[in-house]
C-alpha cells in the first residue's frame, strides 16, 4: 500500500509540475490548454496502464497465494492422515 501512495505522489507531482511549467510558458491561452490538454491526457493513459499492470501483477499474486494456501493445506491434511494412521496402529497393538 505505501508503494501506492508513492506512485500517486509522483503521478501528482508531475501533473502538478507539468501544469505550472504550461501556465508559466509565455505561449497565448488557446495554446497552453492544448498543452495541458495534451499532456494531461498522455499523465492519464500512463496512469491507466500503471494501474493495469499492478491489477495483473495483484491478480498473479492471489493467485500464487491460492496456490501455495493449497498445497499447505493438502500438506497438513496428509500429516493430519499419517498422525492417524500412526495412532490407529498404536491402538491396534494393544487390542
Do not use: C, H
Not at 493513459?45 to 501483477?57: F, G, V
Amino acid at each position: 500500500m505505501s508503494n501506492n501512495k508513492v506512485f500517486l505522489g509522483i503521478i501528482t507531482a508531475a501533473i502538478a509540475g507539468a501544469v505550472i511549467g504550461l501556465l508559466f510558458a509565455p505561449e497565448d491561452g488557446n495554446e497552453t490548454r492544448k498543452k495541458i490538454k495534451k499532456r494531461t491526457n498522455s499523465l492519464a493513459t500512463d496512469l491507466i496502464d500503471a494501474l493495469e499492470k499492478s491489477k495483473s501483477k495483484a491478480e498473479g499474486a492471489v493467485e500464487d497465494l491460492k496456490d501455495e494456501g493449497k498445497r499447505y493445506a493438502d500438506e497438513a491434511s496428509n500429516k493430519a492422515a499419517e498422525y492417524t494412521d500412526a495412532a490407529r496402529e498404536e491402538v491396534n497393538k494393544y487390542q
